[in-house]
Nanobody, 124 residues
Framework: QVQLVESGGGLVQAGGSLRLSCVDS????????MGWFHQAPGKEREFVAA????????YYADSVKGRFTISRDNAKNTVYLQMNSLQPEDTAVHYC?????????????????WGQGTQVTVSS
């Protein structure tokens, strides 16, 4: 059973940084591709980044390339999202998600399990 819990959100000024964490309390974390999505008020949930099961491959939305870094520690059942140079448009609820696929996918419908989300607010 996959149970994902995010943490690390908060309020930060533009140009600042945050690191989000997502812990899986289950036993098969290394079998899932992990992704991060965000959802701003009144908008659709959008893909941010994903990482392969081994952690070797990563993929990013164009809007976060060069600013965000996704990583994972399979020994700790944890995936991270390091967010640098944050901008007001990054303000959203950020969700981690697990996909049973063997390849990285970016569609939210491809992901099987979701956390409850953590709020990130960037002030200008």
């Amino acid at each position: 059973q996959v149970q994902l819990v995010e943490s690390g959100g908060g309020l930060v000024q533009a140009g600042g940084s945050l690191r989000l964490s997502c812990v899986d309390s289950g036993r098969d974390f290394s079998k899932y591709v992990m992704g991060w999505f965000h959802q701003a008020p009144g908008k659709e949930r959008e893909f941010v980044a994903a990482i392969s099961r081994s952690g070797i491959s990563t993929y990013y939305a164009d809007s976060v390339k060069g600013r965000f870094t996704i990583s994972r520690d399979n020994a700790k059942n944890t995936v991270y999202l390091q967010m640098n140079s944050l901008q007001p448009e990054d303000t959203a609820v950020h969700y981690c998600a697990a996909d049973v696929s063997v390849v990285i996918r970016t569609g939210k419908g491809s992901y099987d399990y979701w956390g409850q989300g953590t709020q990130v607010t960037v002030s200008s």
